[in-house]
């Protein structure tokens, strides 16, 4: 019988670099502004930052919902969303991280879904079984819901129960 070679850790991490999900990169473009992140620190410093109000149109936009629905989501109230959008400012860090979080999660499920928005739409409003007969689209509002989507998204990605 032939012998098992030992495991070669440096080989599987050269394999590894550049397969992560940051390696493409992500970006928003919200009005005339880009934002382009290839990694978590990147992400981080976007997220402090702050981005536009504009990006809740954004959202709106590629989750196919009235804006009303991702103000639900976030929770905030229509009047304040109004006055700072017209106002031109940024959202603070917990609401920034929460839609780049969905930003990111929308690149994620049209990519599992071979780029049908149709199809990935429909997923997103459907109860699954994986996240508790909720919707996915109900799991938004949080940093740990966004994380049970995707783990769903992964799932389905790899032919599991999703």
């Not at 098992?4 to 670099?17: C, H, L, M, R, W």
């Not at 992400?43 to 709106?60: F, H, K, M």
């Amino acid at each position: 019988m032939g012998r098992t070679k030992p495991f070669d850790t440096k080989k599987s991490i050269q394999n590894t670099v550049g397969k992560s999900t940051y390696s493409r990169g992500y970006s928003l473009n919200v009005g005339e502004k880009e934002y382009h992140w290839s990694n978590k620190l990147e992400r981080v410093d976007i997220i402090r930052a702050g981005i536009p109000y504009e990006t809740i149109e954004t959202l709106s936009k590629r989750l196919n919902n009235p804006v009303k629905s991702v103000l639900a989501i976030i929770g905030i109230p229509q009047t304040t969303y109004n006055k700072k959008k017209s106002e031109h400012l940024l959202l603070d860090s917990r609401d920034s991280e929460l839609l780049i979080l969905i930003n990111e999660l929308i690149d994620f499920g049209l990519e599992v879904f071979n780029n049908e928005e149709g199809k990935f739409q429909r997923w997103l409003k459907k109860p699954n079984l994986s996240i508790g007969g909720n919707s996915p689209e109900s799991m938004l509002d949080t940093v740990t819901g966004i994380n049970e989507v995707k783990f769903s998204l992964n799932r389905i990605e790899f032919g599991n129960l999703a």
